[in-house]
């Protein structure tokens, strides 16, 4: 029996392999300006003419992809490939261009880290604006504050204001935050590299936990170990394009004789 | 197969499915009061008097204003005075919503490209705000009316449904001038010169009733004229506003809001693009 509740209660249950995400034929385009001197003399000349002085961009082509619950989907990708563009048609950010995308469940996006987050206030009004904004109610980031401020490892930090914070203590309140959200699928885009190794493995160590049968997780990385050791599957996307989709080692392999980054141990650094 | 909870599919100029979208933004109500009480109080942050900002701010500014009328009317009696701050209030909760909702939707450009939510909690949070900063004014407003000695009546309850026609001004005007702001980022730099014309069209430095009726007739086309003379009748003279001010005043919110939101709502999918 598959739930398909809206709701993000933790109860809601989905077969294993039943479908999360399909994206069929999905294609997305941009329009950029590309005025060299974005002028009023320019503008006024081009509105004569009749001239766009814009650049019709392909982020995303005739894309095909099904992720299954229970699958951990793992994406990637040269820098431009698309990547964040197609989590953000995935998640209801941006609207495909052509195609059409189905989301089976609840989804949550960690997109960037911090979002919604306002500096001026303090750690512990920061948690409750950035749960809310990822979707939780008040009475869940109540239930959860402490595990999310133990998770930081913040200590009495909580109670200052963020703009006081080191980068590393910002990111790691707002991986905790995020973390903390509990939905059906779950996307994250390059949002494990934060902090420094001990919390980088935390957080992986966190991602692990998050995989369960009844959840789809979608993670983009350029760190190919961390793709191989938690994804059950792999995506390669290349200018848009679908390019390879199947077993991690295989297609990562492609990937990397495709870009000649193999033999290079700097392109594997970040965990 | 199961039926998706979510489709998406290319963009197309037109309403979302109005049941969905409201509950969605339901579910987001405690979102939208945090994030205008951090907003708010971001903007006083590091000052000497924080928070207090809130009643300083009203009383400077009748106070600057109350020079300008004494100097340039030479009178000042207890009424004009307090037709002066009562008005200058009351335009500042529709002024703000503007001012704060002009670049809620550009400002708020993180949020929006890394999270899916009815972008309208943006606009609407502006109108919060402004709120926010309107209510301190009014317990100041009723200590000066006090001590200015004016009569209080039950005719002031008025001053519910005009506060309440005066909010969904305020929304509207939010709405509609943040998404057009999205298309057109000049109306940013226009607004301070539209609102001051505001200000000086709008019976505040002086009375509706100081006005020719050849200029009052020309006013219908001001939204707001007519709700600050209803609600100078009801704060200042303790009357029951006269049925035409409230009527004018609720067609013209009703009008800028429905035309706002439809505005909004057909196009805010196409907002994540374009920022």
């Known amino acids: 029996m598959i739930s398909l509740s809206a709701s993000k209660s933790l109860s809601s249950t989905h077969a294993a392999h039943a479908l999360a995400v399909s994206v069929q034929n999905v294609g997305l385009t941009y329009t950029t300006s590309i005025d060299n001197r974005p002028t009023l003399k320019a503008r006024l000349k081009s509105l004569g003419h009749g001239k766009k002085h814009t650049r019709v961009v392909n982020a995303l082509n005739q894309v095909n992809l099904d992720v299954h619950y229970g699958t951990v989907l793992g994406v990637i990708g040269s820098n431009g490939a698309g990547k964040s563009s197609l989590m953000r048609v995935i998640s209801g950010i941006v609207p495909p261009s052509q195609g059409r995308v189905e989301v089976h469940g609840s989804v949550s996006t960690l997109l960037a880290l911090g979002v919604g987050f306002n500096p001026s206030m303090t750690g512990r009004a920061n948690v409750y604006l950035g749960g809310l904004a990822a979707g939780m109610s008040r009475a869940e980031i109540d239930q959860q504050f402490d595990a999310i401020a133990d998770f930081s490892e913040l200590g009495d930090a909580i109670d200052a204001p963020m703009r006081t914070y080191s980068s590393g203590m910002y990111a790691r309140l707002a991986f905790s935050v995020a973390a903390t959200v509990q939905p059906d699928i779950l996307i994250v885009d390059e949002a494990l590299s934060t902090g420094d190794a001990h919390f980088k493995e935390k957080s992986l160590n966190r991602i692990k936990e998050l995989r369960t049968a009844d959840r789809a997780l979608i993670l983009v990385s350029h760190a190919m170990a961390t793709i191989e050791d938690v994804c059950n599957e792999v995506a390669w996307l290349h200018k848009g394009k679908l390019m390879a989709r199947g077993n991690p080692a295989e297609v990562i392999k492609q990937y990397r004789e495709f870009t000649n980054t193999g033999k290079s141990s700097a392109a594997n650094e970040d965990v | ?275």
């Not at chain 2, 004016?150 to 002031?156: A, I, K, R």
């Not at chain 2, 305020?170 to 226009?190: E, T, W």
């Not at chain 2, 704060?235 to 505005?263: C, E, K, N, R």
């Open chain 2, 1 to 275: 197969m199961s039926t998706p909870v979510a489709v998406y599919e290319p963009f197309r100029a037109g309403l979302p499915p109005l049941g969905a979208y409201l509950r969605s933004l339901w579910a987001r109500r405690s979102f939208i009061a945090e994030f205008s009480r951090s907003e708010l109080r971001e903007q006083n942050y590091g000052s000497v008097f924080g928070q207090l900002w809130l009643v300083l701010n009203p009383l400077l500014l009748s106070g600057v204003y109350f020079l300008l009328i004494y100097i340039i009317g030479g009178q000042s009696d207890s009424t004009r005075y307090g037709n002066l701050t009562a008005s200058l209030f009351l335009f500042y909760l529709v002024s703000n919503s503007l001012t704060g909702g002009v670049k809620s939707i550009t400002a708020g450009q993180r949020l929006i490209l890394n999270t899916a939510f009815p972008r309208i909690m943006l606009p609407i949070s502006a109108m919060v705000i402004a709120l926010f900063k309107f209510v301190p004014t009014l317990a100041v407003f009723f200590v000066m009316r006090t001590v200015l000695g004016l009569n209080y009546s039950w005719q002031m309850f008025w001053a519910i449904p005009v506060v309440l026609i005066a909010l969904l001004m305020g929304l509207g005007m939010a709405i509609l001038i943040s998404c057009i702001n999205v298309y057109f980022r000049d109306i940013a730099s226009f607004l301070p010169y539209m609102t001051r014309s505001l200000l000086y069209l709008s019976p505040i430095l002086y009375q509706a009733s100081d006005l020719s009726d050849r200029l009052r007739s020309f006013e219908i086309a001001n939204p707001i004229f007519y709700l600050l003379d209803a609600w100078s009748q009801v704060m200042v003279y303790a009357q029951a506003p006269d049925l035409f001010s409230l009527l004018h005043s609720l067609v013209w919110a009703l009008a800028i809001f429905i035309i706002g939101t439809y505005f909004f709502l057909s196009r805010e999918r196409d907002f994540a693009v374009r920022l």
